[in-house]
C-alpha cells in the first residue's frame, strides 16, 4: 500500500518537539509495517515567491496531487501547503496536533476521511468543536453504526503517542548540569524545573514560586526553578506587580532581588539535556494558560522520576491515575492575587515531597508511562488506523465548525459537561476551564451542576436559555443521540 505524509514540521527534522517526533513515529511505523512511505516534501522558488506569492501554494498542489497514493496524512500544519482532496488519493487521514494553527482552513475541508488526535481528551475536544464519533480499535461496534446510519459522521480516533525514556547514570549529574545552566553547586539548592515557553499562567506560576521560595528560605534552603529565556521579561513583569500591590504579603525578610533570584533562565534545552534536567531536579512546576492536547513534558519528568505540580490544563489531568506522579491542585485563589493561597498551596506541595510514599508513586508513575506509552503499541495503533482507513465503507463527511455556539435544534440532544472544565468551586460558584476561568450566577451554577450530577436531556425552552449561556462559555456541550 502507497501511503503520502504531508506534515509542516518536515523542514525542521533537526527538532525535537512532541509535534514532530509524533509525526516521525508514523513514518516509521508506516515503513516497518511494509507500506511503501512517500514523504512528501515541496522546496519554495524564493524568486517566483516573491514575483507572485501563491506561486509556492500552486507548485506544491500540483507536484501533492501528482503523486497517487491509496492513504494521504496530513499534519494540522501540512494541510496549508496542500489541503487533501480525492484526486489521486483513495482516502485522507489528518492528524489535528491541536486547533492553533489553519483553523479556518480546517473548517473548510471536504475530503477527511478519519481524524487522529493525540489523546482521547483532545478527541473529545474536537468531537464537541466539529462532531463526528470517537472509536478506539477498528473492532468498534461503533464503526458498524457510522457505516450503516450516517455519511454525517467524521471518524475520530485518539492515538497516544509513545513517551521518549532516556536511560543515563545518574553519578554527579546534577552538580554537572548546574554548573552548566549557571548554578553554583550547594547542598542548600532546590533545583526545580518549568520548561514550557509562554504557556504558563504567569501571576499563579510566579506567585507559587515566590511562596515556595519563602517556605524554603525558613529552612536555610535557597529555591532555583529553570524556565525559559522566552519568559524572563513576563516573569520579572510579574514579580514587580506582585511586590508593588502586596509588599507586606511577600516581605517576610524576602526581597525583590530575592524573588528575581529564584529564576534561572536558559535557552531551548536539547533533548538529553532536559532529560538530565528532569533527574536532577527536585520537582516540576506546569501551571499553564494553554492547554496541552498530550502533555509529553508531564510525562517525560515523571519517567525520570520526577514529580510534578500542576493545574491539569488539558490532557495533563488525564494522562497518568491519581497519586503516579502528578498532583493536580488548583485553588482559584491562585489566579485571583491571593497570595495567601500561593502560600497553603506551596505548603501542600512541600508535604507531598516529604512523603515517604513519593519514591514509590513516582516507580508506579515510571512503570505505568512505560506500559502505556510506548512504540510497540503506537505502532498497533498505526496498523489499526491504516486498516480502517482501507475500509470502504467509513464515513467521509465534511467537518463544519460550530464552536462552542450551537443551540439545540433537536429534542433527542443530551448534554454534559464539556471536556474543557478542569474543576470548580460549589463555595465560589466558579468554574475553571481550560480556555477561561467563569464565575457564575447562582442560577448559571446551578444549571452546571444539574448537567454535571447527570446526562441532562433537553428541558422545558427557559431551561434551555440557561444551558444555552454555559454552552456559550464553553462549559457544557451537546451531543445528538
Known amino acids: 500500500m502507497r501511503v503520502k505524509t504531508f506534515f509542516g514540521d518536515r523542514q525542521f527534522r533537526g527538532s525535537h518537539s512532541a509535534v514532530n517526533l509524533c509525526n516521525k513515529h508514523i513514518e516509521d511505523a508506516i515503513i516497518e509495517l511494509g507500506h511503501q512511505l512517500i514523504p512528501f516534501k515541496f522546496d519554495p522558488n524564493p524568486i517566483k515567491s516573491q514575483i507572485f506569492i501563491p506561486w509556492d501554494h500552486l507548485k506544491s498542489k500540483q507536484s ?102 532516556i536511560s543515563a547514570q545518574i553519578d554527579d549529574e546534577k552538580s554537572k548540569l548546574m554548573n552548566r545552566i549557571g548554578i553554583t553547586n550547594s547542598n542548600q539548592i532546590i533545583l526545580a524545573h518549568s520548561i514550557q515557553p509562554n ?95 498530550f502533555g509529553m513534558y508531564v510525562l517525560e519528568s515523571i519517567a525520570n522520576h520526577c514529580p510534578v505540580f500542576s493545574n491539569g490544563a488539558g490532557n495533563m489531568r488525564h494522562s497518568l491515575p ?34 515517604q510514599k513519593l519514591p514509590e508513586e513516582l516507580q508506579d508513575g515510571y512503570s505505568f508511562i512505560k506500559s502505556k506509552y510506548n512504540i510497540r503499541d503506537f505502532k498497533k495503533n498505526v496498523r489499526n488506523i491504516l486498516n480502517l482507513a482501507k475500509s470502504k465503507d467509513i464515513s467521509t463527511r465534511s467537518p463544519s465548525f460550530s464552536f462552542l455556539q450551537s443551540k439545540f435544534r ?43 450530577d447527570v446526562q441532562h436531556e433537553v428541558l422545558s425552552s427557559s431551561q434551555n436559555a440557561c444551558f444555552d449561556i454555559l454552552i456559550d462559555m464553553g462549559l457544557i456541550c451537546k451531543f445528538e443521540s
Not at 491519581?322 to 505548603?347: Q, R, W
Request: charged share 20%.
Open 199 to 293: 504557556k504558563a499562567s504567569f501571576s499563579a506560576h510566579v506567585g507559587i514560586i515566590i511562596a515556595l521560595a519563602i517556605r524554603y528560605r525558613k529552612v536555610n534552603k535557597h529555591l532555583k526553578v529553570v524556565t525559559s529565556t522566552i519568559d524572563r521579561e513576563k516573569i520579572f513583569s510579574v514579580i514587580g506587580k506582585i511586590y508593588n500591590e502586596y509588599e507586606h504579603d511577600y516581605a517576610f525578610s524576602f526581597t525583590l532581588k530575592d524573588a528575581e533570584e529564584c529564576f534561572v533562565f536558559t535557552d531551548k534545552l536539547s533533548q538529553k539535556l532536559l532529560h538530565q534536567l528532569f533527574r536532577a531536579s527536585t520537582f516540576g512546576i506546569s501551571y499553564n494558560d494553554v492547554p496541552e492536547s
Open 410 to 452: 433537536s429534542h433527542q440532544s443530551h448534554l454534559q459537561i464539556s471536556p474543557l472544565v478542569r474543576s470548580f468551586s460549589s463555595k465560589d460558584r466558579v468554574v475553571m476551564a481550560d480556555h477561561q476561568n467563569f464565575k457564575l450566577t447562582d442560577r448559571e451554577f446551578n444549571a452546571f451542576m444539574l448537567v454535571y
Open 322 to 355: 491519581t497519586n503516579h506522579g502528578h498532583y493536580i491542585s488548583e485553588p482559584f485563589g491562585i489566579y485571583d492575587g491571593s497570595t495567601t493561597a500561593c502560600m497553603e498551596l506551596a505548603l501542600e506541595i512541600i508535604y507531598k515531597l516529604e512523603d
Open 64 to 165: 501533492f496531487e501528482s503523486l497517487s497514493s491509496d492513504i494521504a496524512i496530513f499534519c494540522d500544519r501540512g494541510v496549508a501547503l496542500g489541503p487533501p482532496s480525492k484526486q489521486r488519493v483513495k482516502k485522507n487521514i489528518l492528524f489535528l496536533h491541536g486547533l492553533a494553527y489553519n483553523i479556518d482552513l480546517i473548517k473548510s475541508l471536504e475530503d477527511i476521511d478519519i481524524i487522529i488526535t493525540p489523546s482521547l481528551y483532545w478527541a473529545e475536544v474536537t468531537q464537541m468543536m466539529i462532531g463526528g464519533q470517537i472509536i478506539r480499535s477498528i473492532y468498534d461496534s461503533d464503526i458498524q453504526y457510522i457505516s450503516a446510519s450516517s455519511r454525517q459522521n467524521t471518524v475520530i480516533y485518539p492515538l497516544d503517542p509513545p513517551i521518549q525514556i
